[in-house]
């Protein structure tokens, strides 16, 4: 007998010890192989979380280009002289003089508003690409550029003035139409129009010169009536004009303003509490939670079919076959499914399907992880956590007002006369 360095006596028939080298079936052992199962799924979830995020990124995108052009437009009035700036507003307030009743039509199914004044393209031309003037409506935090006309081009980038009713001035009988687009991919115009109240203020910002206005009138019409965009005696109107519903777009809404003077207090965002927005980012992490739950556990599951499959092969009986069993049974110890194995082999089958089911919570669980983080970003909008500009304020609001307009349930989403 001899001793081993252990200690232990050896008599020499023993069999040689071997080392403990994980096998091709065992826990350790594929912690360093290639999955391609998990990288299949990472790059499926990142095309997807790319799609559902492009209006967000490209939303902001566009905003900043709009804050941008609305920053040079304020830099350009400031290097303009007292006396230029005051030319420029006389001429406006003469146009609208000499325009008195204009001929109006729909800005959204007529190519081109032909102005009934020739001059109408250089009134107000302050940085010579056409804008006039910028429209902020704090209470659904909106601050956009108005240019001259209502095409395409225009439309694309901002609002527009339609060329055949009064510029925006302080004269006595004035009614000026300022129209945007609803639902534009990658862009938030006037969007959230339908978030407005009788009572509400708004400003238009010409020149140096902040004409606000308060909400007098909200009302729905088919695109040829466009009696309500008529100017009235004495009367001072702003209305600001988009497509209703959403994702229909085959009626208007008009959202009327009129002039209450120059710098007044405008209505701000009404937000929502904050316990909203923590249960939003709640609702993120659980699903998170739930997520990574379930790919652990179609993970184990994996394992345990490959062991399985490994025990059922003839073999010799071997120290390694006995290290091979020993580390199937530990993982399926783990995985809580003893009771599978009864019979000396798991329930293929059982398993199977528990991977399908775990293979769609996951998918399902990242989703809603998804909707909740959009969801948690336009709250963060509106109770300031972030800076005033809002993406999802009437996500929810727009969407089912897009289905009850798919379903012919128009009368159920639409304010025909508030």
């Not at 009934?116 to 010579?128: A, E, F, I, Q, S």
């Not at 993120?284 to 062991?307: G, K």
């Not at 809580?336 to 798991?346: F, H, I, T, V």
């Not at 959009?374 to 089912?400: I, Q």
Request: proline residues 5%.
């Amino acid at each position: 007998m001899t001793e081993t360095k252990t200690g232990q006596m050896d008599d020499g028939n023993a069999a040689p010890t071997t080392p403990d080298v994980p096998k091709k079936g065992s826990e350790h052992g594929r912690a360093h192989r290639f999955d391609w199962h998990n990288i299949i799924e990472a790059l499926a979830f990142l095309v997807g979380l790319t799609i559902f995020l492009y209006p967000l990124i490209a939303s902001y995108v566009n905003y900043s280009q709009q804050a941008q052009t609305i920053d040079n437009y304020d830099a350009i009035v400031s290097r303009l002289s007292p006396k230029v700036r005051e030319k420029m507003w006389k001429d406006a307030k003469k146009y609208d003089v000499e325009l008195g009743k204009p001929h109006l039509r729909d800005p959204f199914s007529t190519r081109s508003l032909h102005a009934p004044l020739d001059r109408y393209w250089k009134t107000l031309d302050v940085d010579g690409h056409g804008m006039m003037a910028y429209v902020e409506i704090p209470k659904i935090q909106v601050k956009l550029p108005v240019y001259h006309g209502t095409s395409d081009k225009v439309l694309a980038k901002g609002t527009g003035h339609i060329a055949t009713t009064h510029l925006p001035t302080d004269n006595k009988t004035v009614h000026s139409v300022i129209t945007g687009h609803t639902g534009l991919v990658g862009h938030v115009f006037f969007d959230n129009l339908t978030q407005m109240k009788k009572g509400d203020t708004f400003e238009v910002r010409v020149l140096t010169h902040h004409l606000t206005y308060k909400v007098d009138s909200i009302t729905v019409i088919w695109p040829t009536q466009v009696k309500a965009l008529q100017p009235v005696a004495d009367k001072n109107y702003v209305t600001l004009l988009t497509c209703t519903p959403y994702g229909v777009n085959d009626h208007r809404l008009l959202v009327r303003g009129h002039y209450i003077g120059e710098s007044k207090p405008l209505t701000k965002p009404t937000g929502l509490p904050l316990w909203v927005l923590w249960l939003f980012l709640l609702m993120v992490l659980l699903c998170v939670l739930a997520e990574m739950w379930c790919h652990r556990r179609r993970t184990r599951n994996r394992w345990l079919l490959e062991d399985d499959a490994q025990k059922g092969r003839p073999e010799k009986e071997t120290s390694d076959n006995a290290a091979s069993a020993a580390a199937a049974t530990k993982a399926a110890e783990t995985a809580g499914k003893a009771d599978d194995e009864q019979s000396g082999r798991l329930d293929v089958e059982k398993i199977r399907r528990r991977m399908r089911w775990e293979l769609a919570g996951i998918w399902v669980f990242s989703l809603l992880a998804v909707f909740f983080a959009w969801a948690s970003f336009g709250m963060m909008m509106r109770t300031g956590f972030l800076p005033a500009f809002d993406l999802g304020y009437s996500w929810w609001d727009s969407h089912v007002t897009y289905w009850f307009s798919i379903t012919g349930m128009q009368h159920l989403s639409m304010p025909i006369n508030w």
